[in-house]
């Protein structure tokens, strides 16, 4: 009996959230990046597509291309509209039932204008955090809404409530006036209503809770509030998926607002993740490349050329690769 052929290898396909941030600071950074295989690489690829957004799009292209990459669709092939990524029920085992991810944060009160602190942010531990659960999680169950304890900085929330509710991303509002980014929902308008009252009795309940007596004893931000992300339902398990490789370190640099980092950051991930790509597609595999910045994301392939782009492709060779920050900047 001869042997089956071997199934050919997945594509390898790195995806790097916050490859560039619209803050000036960063901005200024780019032409003194050390991204030399970066620039090789893009070199080698063909730009296969182009996700444009805007700064007040509530799911971030890094989401957005994640979304796509792991088959997140409706059941008429269509994306998820903006705000409407089912994160919750996606990575749960009863993705039919409507679900979202609650965070403990700290809202910070300035002049004109509330900025928002997560959790993983302010040093919350599980004894504080889980304090704080056990006096939300009946006023939700009042409301319908089941509350699990997943993480300290992460509550696992389901509830009919939760169906198609519009909510903005936690990396979009890390940092960022927070007010034009509260849950909406034109389909559920009454869910959206309820989730902004527990939002604010979360707040109230908080505000006097011993733990942040606790908290401000020790010079620590208090926890006054809640963050609500990723909410809706799936109408089926998502297929088994190929999860792109997603480096974090660019993440949370950029969400720190620390610039510094951020850089050093890329310069690692040039090294240790960029060049390996960048060897494998010079071998002739299949590899992809999506860089997302705040607004839009790109993504890269080594898609078949014909004669005349080998030919074009040729010539850009000899000139050597462009910068890369260039590319970065357009996002």
């Not at 700064?55 to 989401?63: A, G, V």
């Not at 969400?255 to 040039?270: E, F, H, I, P, T």
């Amino acid at each position: 009996m001869s042997a089956s052929p071997m199934a050919p290898e997945a594509p390898q396909h790195l995806l790097i959230p916050f490859a560039s941030a619209s803050a000036p600071e960063c901005r200024a950074i780019g032409p003194q990046l050390a991204t030399p295989h970066l620039a090789a690489l893009l070199s080698e690829l063909t730009l296969q597509h182009t996700d444009t957004g805007d700064d007040h799009s509530l799911s971030l292209p890094h989401e957005r291309a994640l979304a796509h990459a792991l088959g997140l669709v409706q059941p008429a092939g269509s994306a998820y509209g903006d705000g409407l990524l089912p994160w919750a029920a996606a990575q749960s085992h009863t993705p039919a039932t409507p679900q979202a991810w609650f965070t403990p944060c700290h809202f910070q009160v300035g002049m004109e204008q509330v900025t928002l602190l997560p959790g993983e942010q302010l040093g919350l531990d599980d004894t504080h955090a889980r304090l704080l659960f056990d006096a939300l999680a009946p006023f939700c169950a009042e409301d319908g809404i089941n509350l699990h304890f997943e993480s300290a900085t992460r509550w696992h929330a389901s509830g009919e409530a939760l169906r198609g509710i519009a909510c903005a991303s936690l990396d979009r509002v890390i940092g960022r006036p927070v007010d034009a980014w509260l849950v909406e929902s034109p389909a559920n308008p009454a869910g959206a209503q309820l989730l902004k009252r527990l939002q604010s009795e979360a707040q109230m309940l908080f505000y006097t809770h011993a733990v942040n007596d606790a908290r401000e004893a020790a010079r620590q931000h208090i926890i006054n509030g809640i963050w609500i992300s990723g909410a809706g339902a799936l109408p089926a398990p998502l297929a088994p998926p190929t999860t792109p490789d997603m480096p974090d370190t660019l993440r949370q640099a950029a969400l720190r607002a620390d610039w510094a980092a951020w850089q050093a950051a890329w310069a690692a991930l040039d090294a240790t993740a960029i060049k390996p790509l960048l060897d494998a597609a010079r071998r002739g595999e299949a590899v992809t490349l999506t860089l997302c910045g705040e607004r839009s994301a790109q993504r890269w392939v080594n898609a078949p050329r014909s004669a005349g782009a080998r030919l074009g492709h040729f010539f850009k060779n000899l000139r050597g690769p462009a910068p890369a920050w260039k590319v970065l900047e357009s996002l």
